[in-house]
Nanobody, 126 residues
Framework: QVQLVESGGGLVQAGGSLRLSCAAS??????????MGWFRQAPGKEREFVAA????????DYADSVKGRFTISRDIDKNTVYLQMNSLRFEDTGVYYC?????????????????WGQGTQVTVSS
């Protein structure tokens, strides 16, 4: 089991930027590869996939709504995944959750996720 600790959320005006971080820890990291990614959920809305990156950092996937604005990256040595969010919009507001799964594809599906972070609030003012 991997423990995830998120940080970087906050309040920002539309058009601004934020960078989220998710640090992973646990014995699993010493033996297995895994993909990491982000989901978000706004009040009254379903949780939605945002972005994911493979263990190597080579393969990435994004929700259509954030393509060209968000960039996901991974630092293997630090066991940390980042989500750089630029040109933020009001509709990007929500709680952002870090997650892990064995592959990017399975992580994007959002089913049987191995580990979830506690969530970090992102609020974009208009």
């Amino acid at each position: 089991q991997v423990q995830l600790v998120e940080s970087g959320g906050g309040l920002v005006q539309a058009g601004g930027s934020l960078r989220l971080s998710c640090a992973a820890s646990g014995r699993t990291l010493s033996y297995y590869y895994y993909a990491m990614g982000w989901f978000r959920q706004a009040p009254g809305k379903e949780r939605e996939f945002v972005a994911a990156v493979s263990w190597s950092g080579t393969f990435k996937d994004y929700a259509d709504s954030v393509k060209g604005r968000f960039t996901i990256s991974r630092d293997i040595d630090k066991n940390t995944v980042y989500l750089q969010m630029n040109s933020l919009r009001f509709e990007d507001t929500g709680v952002y959750y870090c997650a892990t799964k064995d592959t990017v594809e399975r992580l994007r599906q959002g089913l049987a996720i191995d580990s979830w972070g506690q969530g970090t609030q992102v609020t974009v003012s208009s």
